[in-house]
């Protein structure tokens, strides 16, 4: 994820990356949707389809190895596990992994009429990220960050499936905590 690339976007450039990603994002949705019911997988927009399609998209995705950076201590270079992490997506599982991020905020947002995207808080690591919002304490869902991860994931280890319910759980836990907040606030009003 390129933190410096959305810090360093205005208030404005940060509103029409989100508009481009989101316009880009549904007309891609109908090759997905297309693509994936060939393949068997229901890709409905549904939370419980998060999991289906990113194993297939993250099944698609392939690296280019990196160089060793030399500003990082040679004890760090020498552990295994940043020598697993030196790739980088190559340039079509970058558009996969966008492709994915927008399906993941797209589910999560048709699934729960309380969400809805936004650009990312600027006190935040998240700041000027296509964001879903909504959820409990203001916690924002960085739907790039989170897809360009479960792809890294997924290059690195398996099975990838675990990894993606996992993600899906925590935000679905953050939604019902924010429902019965939003209940209980209001049965106290009404009391």
Known sequence: MNFQFFEGLSEADAKLYLERFLITGREALGWLTRDASRRGIDADLSVASITPVFGWLTGLASAVPLEP????????????????????????????????GYY????????????????GNTETAEQGQPVITGFRFSMELPVLLVSEN??????????????????????????AAAGDNRAAGLQQAEE
């Open 69 to 100: 950076d030399p500003a990082v201590p040679e004890w760090i270079r020498a552990t295994p596990e940043y020598a697993s992490n030196l790739f980088d997506l190559n340039e079509d599982s970058k558009v996969l992994a966008l492709r994915g």
């Open 104 to 119: 993941l905020g797209e589910a999560f947002r048709v699934s729960h009429p309380g969400l809805s995207w936004a650009v």
């Open 150 to 175: 479960l792809f890294a994931r997924a290059l690195t280890s398996d099975p990838m499936g675990p990894d993606v319910r996992a993600v899906v759980a925590f935000w679905e836990g953050k939604i």
